[in-house]
Structure formats: C-alpha cells, structure tokens
C-alpha cells in the first residue's frame, strides 16, 4: 500500500510536469499580431476589424492574439505600414490608393457599378482577385478579409438635389475619381484628413463631404450639416484587412488555415449583412433633423452624360497606361460581367 502511494504521488508528479510542459509549449506558441486601422467608430469598417480580432481569437484557441491600434498610423500610410513590416496587419481603405494603384478605382468610376448586386458581382468575377495580387506584389501583403463601406453620402450644409447644385460647392473627397467627376459639376474638390472634416464644416471651409454616412452620424455631423444626400458616387468602397507575408509565413501551417478560414467567413457575413444594417441609416438621420434625401433617376441620368464621367475614365485609362495596364480593357471586363453598355 506505501508503494502504491508512492507510484500515485510519482504519477501525479509526472502528470503535473506534462501539465506544465504543455502550457509552456502553448505559450510559446502565442503570436501577438498588432493590427493599424482607422478611428472611425460607428462604422462597418470598425465592426469588421473589432470583429475580425475576436474571430481570430477564437479560431486560434487564443494561440494568435490581435491587438487592435487606431492611433499608430495615418490612413493613407496604411499599406506602406505593413509592407515595412512597422505593423504586422492593417483594415485598409483601397479608395485612399486609386491615385497610384488605379485598379482600387474601379468602384469609383461612375455609372459602373450602381448597386451591391452589380459590386459583387464585379468583386466576385475578377476584380477581389486582382486586388489581392497587388497588395501581394506592391505592399509584401497577404488580404485575409474584405469588407465593406457604409454608404458614401453627400453630408452638406446646404442642400445639393440637383447635378446644378454641385457648382461652387467645396466638398472634400478621398479619392482622385470622385475628385475629377465633382469637378466637372462645377465643384472644388478639397482632400484633407477625416479628423479635420467636422471642424471644417463647422468653420465654413468646406460646403459638404461624401464620406461612409454611418460614421458622419457616430461623429453628430448631423448638428452642423443638416442635408444627407445619396448620390451614385463612389458609392460602395471595399477595404481589405491585410498581413504582412513575412509575418504571414511566421505562422504555423495549422494557424494559417483557422485564420483563413475565419476570415472567409467573415466576409461572406459582411456581404450578406450589408443591406439589412444600412437601411437604418435614413431614419437615424431624419431623427437628428436631416433631410435625407435620395437623387432621382432625372438627375443620376444628367450626372452620368458623357460629358461629365468622360474626364474620369479618360484620367482612370491614363494613370492605367502609367501603371502599366490596359485601364479600358479593364473596364471592359467589368461591363461585359455586367452585360452593360456604359457610354463614356
């Protein structure tokens, strides 16, 4: 019996220490990852980062831990941060790169794609796969998840119902296509930081900004602005949640196929919750005293004659050539998915 007592303890000894061991191991194991984004709370973009964090989380068993950071870098610095490995991930909005990368401009190009049934179906067919081999060749990145933009409205002071009334107005805008259509309404396209917009307005620097109408409504933009326009500009904007492929290939095997796996699935959620948790968004702001507003087929019809979108394919197939593509084919390629015939 003082034998047996003695193998028991020896066992619950040797179990302990296997105990011990295998904690070791899992903590060994850990990857604390740092992900840069936007503050931009209020929004489906903040969702999906919080979200994608958590997901990650789970799936790994807590072995790969994201440490969500909105403070470390600025927006349009994003890509570069991973690229350099200065962090290991980043939700980044591809808009903010359409100047340099014209192919993260498609989107933006007016009249292209109107709908989230038209961007999906575009996304799906080609263009998700051309965007993730960019990021892959140009920003040393892997894309794990993409995501959507709420609504990009047009958030005035004074109302804007007419392709009429965009003349004279400063709007501030965050890509070179919308930059070039609104200029050719007669607008002055001002670019400037998302920190700076909402004092902007208030001070009378700019008249309007289309921005995601979700995170104008987090800000109370609605106690300056009172008009909140939808127009089909630039509407939908896709952002990636990207890793830097060194950091990537630092991953075990096992973790590579969870994180890949958690993000599909988020994305296929993201997509097909789009609708249902935008519709809101109208009645929020007519709570707040704005007047929402969306333009009708009359005036969407003057905003896409030739003579006005002409100027922003024309600027979209000429920063293609210099990027070393065929930017009409390209277009091309998305209308003929579409089964469209876009005069511009």
Known sequence: MKNFGKSLLACGLMFTLVLICVAGVRAAATHKLTLAYLPVKGTLYVDVTEMFAKRINDATGGRVEIILNDSLVKGTQLAQSVRDDRVQLATILAAYYSATNPEFGLAQLPGLMNNLKEFKEVFYGFWRGEMNRIFDEKYNSKVLCWGLFAPQNLISIKPVKTVADFKGKKIRVHNIETATLVSTLGAKPTPMPASEVLPALQRGIIDGVFTSS?????????????????????TILPFPIVINNDEWKKLPGDLQEKILAAGKKLEGEAFADYTSKMSSLPKKWAAKGADYYVAPDSQVDILFQTRHINPVYESFFSRAKKAGFDGKAYVDRALKILDKDLKY
């Not at 979700?214 to 909140?228: D, E, L, P």
């Open 214 to 234: 979700a995170w104008a409504y987090g800000q109370g933009f609605y106690t300056v602005a009172k008009y909140v326009s939808l127009w089909p500009i630039a």
